[in-house]
């Protein structure tokens, strides 16, 4: 109870931000329960993660403390509550099985006292909750840790009457440990088998095949109670191991989760007597000293009883009992920590899955064990009655001294399925884990949002093809019923729910073809003509349907197993667990919630990341404190005015310092984009600091569309923790800027396309920001990457981002059709020569698949000193140029007119296009140096997008004017005379590159479609 009373005491769910995501956890139950309540079971797709698509989360990680969780949960608890009470049940299993293996093995009431104290202090254990937070699967596998090893125990000392019952138990244990954490399960099965083949050495006179037969005899039992295990556990790890190729698990074992960062060696051990949790350089996941001391002291004492010593028969059949429990706890304690240490590198990159572990300080875990165990033999020396409470007083204040949580004040209507989706759209974290590795193989790239939270329309369907009309009927967990009309032309639509395997589609009854739309890995299916109904349901895979049948034939198993012959002390324990049961529930509903305002509601990125109650105020340094803050309103349009008022307390040093006000996404808090640019906000104001502040945010007319959330910053005063610690830049709770729509605005053509509306270069800072505007003629299921990319007034790159439209938070299967979809973005720019501008801005966007290729390239703007102006097309000739076509491309470009200059080795051509229609296709041209003598390959050319690869001809519009100007490098040509053609290829209708036709300005065609340019230019030396 002394482990767990700051997670009772508190205010709210211990907040783990620092070294862990205690969020996760309402996120986990909330969505368990969802499933649960909707008939989903075994529950494995959490309907709403992953911004709304769904994710299959529990198919991969272990659910068990999630479920003991939803116990108190369904028993009427609230969220935070629960996931409490799960916790501190954790902690009395844990002490309660350590203790009783203690006691057994040392009989000693003394020995498991210290030993659970020892076990329930160990920082790790510690750890995993107020540090970690998330891990309460790795926490409730360490309470299994002691309950499979007493169950192994039961069955090396019990009479053959108890055998049964004993093998189911080691069956339930080591189950509950696999379904607990699987990757704890395989650290600690080595050290069970271990166990299990330790026996006290037999007597001399034993012959060899006797000797085997005993180990045999011995191990039989054992060895179904594991096989029993893996039966009852199958239908969860068989699922995960099977098919964790469908999901993105590389990221797993990658980067940051690469063991080799995570070794410990000299610094193993903390130097402090209080136990640190601090989580910088990883400080939290050490030994504490006093668990150092008191385990070393233990495993010396357990050398020192494993001295030989003359007894008689029955002590010596004692002794080696105890013997092989000893060496037990000394391999265990000395491997459990060489495993930690980087001299176990060899194994971590030769054992198979070992690497999954991620981490070698998990073997804490382990060691933790055995150092409990361990300390626990200083209870059996001499001096007990002193030795073993001043050893535990010393655990237990080493442990508590320096802990100093701080929590989510929550109640349930903070954790409902929207607020959670936005909790993943502001920390980056999808469907509880870090780096979104259940996403389907098929999202490319992952999210950062979706129309759920930028426009609020969460069952918008796509229609890719055809034209159709869709309403959602009916959404539960696993199914959903979409009523849709096609029409006569039929359709290809594609729901909000994520392609996971076991998704089928009904189309009135009738099977229909279920495929990964392109990109964004959405649920696809072809709907013919007509008003139908179609129904999506998540079926069991067959490697699921085979497994939870041998789940639940091992679950029939081990019910015939543990049947009671007599019910007398049975059912009293069924009746006394009943009534318990319902004294929880009536508790639960005479537990009070308050209900708090809005007005408190923050979060930042660092620390706190998930929007919560402040009912003192939000802190700042030096007491400082935001009492309350209010919007005008909840969602606005583009030019409207936004009034954000903001009430302080404490106000006395930091009087008149400037306060900042700005909309941001969370682009604004992503590590990787801030090492390259810092996004702009879409409105900002300062002003100075008074005690109640009214800040006008004017939303441009241009601004992007989506959820946004207001920064406030104080000048050298940051947002705190109620403990003390400096929190992230804080923000408010978000708000909705509507999408700009002007009917008026006309396309002229084209599938996709993207346009600069405005620019300018930041005052304080070498950054352009860039307004763009982004166009698709039908719903698209990609999510298309863009490269912004500076170049020279030659086409050379300057510098270059890629990103994703809104920095990702617009996505493009989520533009609407057919209207402009506004964005910013911005470029960091290197140092520029004014003189050797301008600098032409260009776009262009791909797929994340194939980055090589482009889907789309456009000629944005041009740079000149400060200036940026967007691209406007030319629509007058040269000076000097009288126009009319000398050359005529395909019927859409016409050369008007050309220079031809040799100076020192370029020969530099200046081309005169006319655009004779809106441009459609993006055509590569062409200028090659030939030899007019045969077919040689050219001796110089130049191929590429005319005005130095950065104005495709998709972009040119009717009637527009192009110079295109070659510098083609001529100095390794030898000297002769030669011929310059010109002319334009692109790719036919049948995939393969063509040229485009070109005829001379009376219809003949040129030969090989290539236009000579005569010039009495010749090449000399």
Known sequence: MLAAWPLLSGPGLVNTRGGGDSPFLLQRLQQLETAVRDGHFPVRWMPDANYGYGYPFFNFYAPLSIYVTAVFRFLGFGYVQSIQLAQLAGFIVAAGAVFVLARRWFNSPWAGLLAAVAYTTAPFHMVN????????????????YPLVLLAADGLRIADCGLRRMNVALLALAYAGLILSHNISALIFSPFLLLYLLLKPRPPKTQSPGNRLQSLISTLQSPFLGLLLAFALAAWFFVPALAEKGLAQLGPVTEGY??????????DLVQTTALFDYGVDGGQAFRMGLAQAVTAVAGLLACVFFLT???????????????????????????VA???ITPWSRPLWEYLPLLDFTQFPWRFLSVQALAGALATAVLATLPGRRVIAPLAALVLIVAALGGLRPDYLRLTDADVTAEKLAQYEWYSGNIGSTVSAEYLSTAVRPRQSTSPWLNSGDRDRVQVLAGTAKAALIERRAARQVWQVDTAVSGATLVFPTMYWPGWTAAVDGAAAVVAPAAGSGLVQIDAPPGDHTITLRLKRTPVQAGAEWVSLTAVLTTIWLVWPRHWGRTGRGLAWGLLALLGAALVAQLWPEAQPAADDLNWD???MAYLHHEPAGILFADGLTLAGYSYSQEQVKPGDDLTITLNWQNLEAAAGQPVSVALFTPAITRPSLLAEVIPSPMAQQTQPLGASM?????????????LFAPRVIVAGYPAETATGLTRGDLFLRPLRVEAHVNPEEQRRGGALDVRAVGGAVRADASVLDVRLAWWTARPLSQNYAVSLRLTDAHGRWLRQLDTQPGFGFLPSSGWPAAQWTADWLALGLPELDPAAGPYPLVAQVYEVSAPETAVLTRRLGVLSGREFAPNEPVFELPEGVAGGATAVFGDVIALVDYTVEKQDDTLTVTLIWQALGDGQTDYTRFVHLVNPAGDQPPLAQIDGFPVFNTYPTSQWQAGEVVTDVVALPVGQTPPGEYDLLVGFYGAGESGAVERVTAVDKNGAPFPNDAVPLPTEARLRN
Do not use: C
Request: no cysteine; hydrophobic share 55%; net charge positive.
């Open 694 to 706: 009214r800040f006008v945010l004017s939303i441009p007319a241009d601004a992007p569309a989506g």
């Open 337 to 339: 920590t060489f495993m």
């Open 257 to 266: 989760f690469h063991f080799s960062n995570h070794f410990r060696g000299l």
């Open 129 to 144: 909750v107020y540090v970690r937070g998330d891990s309460l699967a790795e926490f409730w596998a360490m309470a299994f």
């Open 605 to 607: 990125f660092a620390q």
């Open 308 to 334: 030989p010593r003359r007894k008689g028969a029955k002590a010596q059949r004692e002794e080696g009992l105890a013997s092989v429990r000893l060496v037990f706890i000394l391999v265990a304690f000395a």
